[in-house]
């Protein structure tokens, strides 16, 4: 005996209707994101979102999670095949220029922007938390090259990981504001000047 499914089949496709939500969220940021906005730019009602993907919070996560593993991908890829911690997190400001100026999305970064002016604590604290963990895995790759001696043994690894991260963050508020990709991968190539020179051969002994 064959059953019917109950209820009516869902009439969208929902992963377009994802991707049409990370738009919005990336180009207003979770705040000043209404439910209405998403329902427009998602072309379907209330309760086919709240059907689909839950309330606003339970959309921003999975649409932050999406993100991470497309738009934002760049960062582990960097990290994977770099071997240094120059090479990988100088790969991911100069990647940065790229992708937050480029065309066919809203401009920044979206888990950067979308904090802007954010007041649901349980958001701000997740993207805070995204962000650290971006920060401690700078800091744990400078470590490893200090111990190396890829890095110089006085390098300050907490502060060139923040400085770093700062740098990052800057790039996707000026792409925001109108900066050119090669604006910005000047900034990204002038940032990577002030990390410690690299390591250089002790002269031999005669």
Known sequence: MVTTPRG???????????EKATMAFWEHGYETTSVADLTRAMGISAPSLYAAFGDKKTLFEE??????????????????EETTAR???????????ELFTEAGHPRGCLMISAAVNCSTPEVEEALRERRNRNLASFETRIRQDIAS???????????????SGAVLQGLSQQARD???????????????????????????QT
């Open 8 to 18: 009516r089949p869902r009439s969208f496709d929902r992963l377009t209707a994802l």
């Open 63 to 80: 649409v932050v999670e999406a993100y991470a593993g497309s738009y934002g991908s760049y960062g582990d890829r960097a990290f994977a």
């Open 87 to 97: 090479g990988a997190i100088g790969r991911v400001l100069s990647e940065s220029a």
């Open 149 to 163: 001696g890829e890095l110089p043994a006085d390098t300050d690894a907490r502060a060139l990981a923040r400085f």
């Open 178 to 204: 109108g900066a050119t990709k090669e604006e910005l991968a000047a900034v990204a190539a002038m940032a990577m000047l002030a990390w410690p020179p690299r390591r250089t051969e002790e002269p031999r």
